[in-house]
């Protein structure tokens, strides 16, 4: 009994220690990305266009637009159909081979690589649909990829409303759609959102597939149509880390990470804050 | 009065049940466009000199090759590499999280750590560029720091969130019973663990390491930055490597639409998809059969 006390407590301290270094490597990447980059953070950076022949002068306004305008397009596109999407796979559909092909499909998206969904669009919405490189061929892109991230988080939020709200709705005689509409959505339509808002700002950071359907490193000006091309932080970040020639590059790519990270994170405490309060008034 | 309402609810339901068939959809039109162009790419190139071939170099003068058998070897070399490291600190990080530590703690760590995957891959990919291949540089010698080794670290951090935070759903679903009875037999809480609920849940931990092993067959950017793009046959994980991701990033922007170099990259793009869909598959039918064997 005490060599298994002994086998214990060894393992136990291994695994507190992994669990340890888990959070520490997260500390780790936030808290260098704020070091590194917090330097050139100053309002010309965060509010000029970008000048190409010297960096240093420029700031990444037009990146920030352009992430934010993409990330705008992607929330139109997919919040609806996969909100619509998760309301039937819960509410309506019927344990059949239809329901059973729609999850597989859904669980498979999500397994798809960025890089695949990059090339698709390519084909697809740039070249086949005729969009060219586009801030819409980008969002149609990005919106496919986040479609299942966005029907998973809100099937989980219509999971959350008691069965008990829907029977009651029947007993009183009310069809299908008008317990749904009265009865279920009121009480699931702010955590499908703050779902849906959180997949599309991992959205914000994808890099790859946008490569290949619009982004770009430089323009002269702010997209005004959606047919425009645009500029986007993890594009511009990339480019700067890799294939820019400016002595300070490095020193601009942690800055524009440090943007693209404090944005995102922004997003996500917002809605950590939004939903705690959320939760605080529901009863059951 | 009836009859309207009954044909409404028809409508609605109808609507609901179309726009959820776009998923579908989504995915069947990406295998088609991914297939219908790939496959052009065989007219011209043989299979085996495509996937046995070493070297992959279209754009040579005169004869180009169309090997990707050292781009298939890149991505597999980063999928083991980023697993031997993220598979034992993932399911220490799941068991420290679901048995041992306090609520309290479990609060604050989880959210940390799911916080990780909210991290854009481009971000790491630029501290492995900055921090992490100097000091794998520095620490072993080499010229530079920009290879299998590096990229595996990264991608590693990449799908930990993943693993962590599925095998502990799978941990805290095991019903309690398990634990009661092994506790109750004279168990300590360790045997109890290795004995009951790591052997309970072991395949839905197998799952969430398939899961983990599709992203990182499928991680694009901080590989594409860290992994050094040789194309030349690895031999050991110092050496720069070039997954078949990084392959597609890399090249298609500079090629000619429709050219035989074009429809090459689709071809590597629909081995990708065809790899990650049977690794995601797997996960699915294994996960399916935890469900119906627990209920959770």
């Known amino acids: 009994m005490v060599t298994e006390n002994i086998r214990q407590n060894t393992y136990f301290i291994l695994f507190r220690i992994a669990a340890f270094l888990s959070v520490v490597i997260l500390l780790f990447v936030l808290l260098y990305v704020i070091k590194e980059g917090i330097g050139v953070i100053n309002i010309n950076f965060l509010t000029s266009m970008w000048s190409h022949r010297d960096i240093t002068q420029g700031g990444i306004f037009p990146a920030i637009i352009g992430t934010i305008l993409l990330a705008i397009g992607v929330s139109i596109i997919s919040i609806p159909l996969g909100i619509c999407t998760a309301i039937y796979l819960n ?107 959180l997949g599309v700002s991992r959205a914000m950071g994808e890099t ?77 | 009065m009836q009859n309207p309402r009954k044909f409404r609810e028809k409508i609605i339901e109808r609507s609901f049940s179309s726009v959820s068939a776009i998923s579908l959809l989504i995915l069947i039109s990406i295998f088609i466009f991914l297939f219908i162009t790939g496959i052009k790419a065989f007219t011209q190139i043989s299979l085996s000199d495509f996937f046995l071939g070493n070297v992959w170099n279209p754009t040579a003068y005169g004869e180009p090759t169309w090997g990707i058998l050292s781009l298939i070897v890149g991505t597999l070399m980063i999928a083991i590499g980023s697993l031997i490291i993220a598979i034992p600190l993932g399911l220490a990080s799941a068991i420290y999280l679901s048995e041992i530590a306090r609520p309290e703690i479990r609060e604050i760590v989880k959210p940390a750590i799911e916080m990780i995957a909210g991290v854009p891959s481009v971000v790491l990919g630029l501290i492995g560029i900055v921090f992490l291949s100097p000091l794998i540089a520095n620490i072993f010698g080499l010229s530079n720091g920009l290879n299998a080794l590096t990229s595996s670290i990264i991608v590693a951090i990449m799908i930990l969130p993943t693993i962590i ?42 799952a969430a390491i398939m899961l983990g092993l599709g992203r990182a067959v499928g991680e694009t950017m901080a590989v594409l930055m860290v992994a050094g793009n040789s194309i030349a046959m690895p031999a050991s994980f110092f050496d720069p490597i070039r997954p078949m991701t990084a392959n597609i990033a890399i090249e298609i922007n500079e090629v000619v639409k429709g050219s035989l170099h074009y429809e090459a990259l689709f071809a590597i793009g629909l081995v990708l998809f065809v790899m990650t869909f049977a690794v995601n598959l797997i996960s699915d039918i294994i996960i399916e059969r935890q469900v119906r064997k627990y209920k959770w």
């Open chain 2, 165 to 206: 935070s599925i095998s502990e759903d799978v941990l805290t679903s095991l019903p309690k019973d398990f634990r009661e009875a092994s506790l109750a037999l004279g168990a300590t809480k360790w045997q109890m663990i290795k004995m009951t609920l790591l052997p309970a849940g072991l395949s839905g931990i197998v």
């Open chain 1, 91 to 197: 509410e309506y559909a019927k344990e059949n081979m239809f329901t059973r092909t729609i999850k597989l499909a859904i669980r498979n998206l999500a397994g798809v690589p960025s890089i695949v969904y990059g090339i698709f669009g390519m084909a697809f919405f740039v070249l086949f649909l005729n969009l060219g490189g586009s801030l819409i061929a980008a969002s149609l892109t990005l919106g496919c990829m986040t479609l299942p991230w966005i029907i998973t988080a809100s099937e989980e939020a219509l999971k959350s409303v008691p069965y008990s709200f829907r029977e009651g709705s029947y007993a009183l005689g009310a069809t299908k759609w008008e317990t749904v509409r009265k009865n279920v959505l009121p009480h699931s339509f702010s955590g499908m959102i703050t779902g849906s808002i």
């Open chain 1, 208 to 284: 790859a597939p946008i490569i290949m359907v619009g982004a770009t490193f430089f323009m002269g000006y702010l997209p005004t149509s959606p047919f425009d091309k645009f500029m986007a932080l993890p594009y511009h970040l990339f480019i700067l880390a890799t294939q820019h020639s400016s002595p300070s590059a490095g020193e601009y790519a942690m800055g524009t990470a440090l943007v693209l990270i404090a944005l995102i994170f922004i997003l996500n405490l917002g809605i950590f804050i939004l939903r705690y309060n959320l939760r605080k008034r529901k009863e059951w």
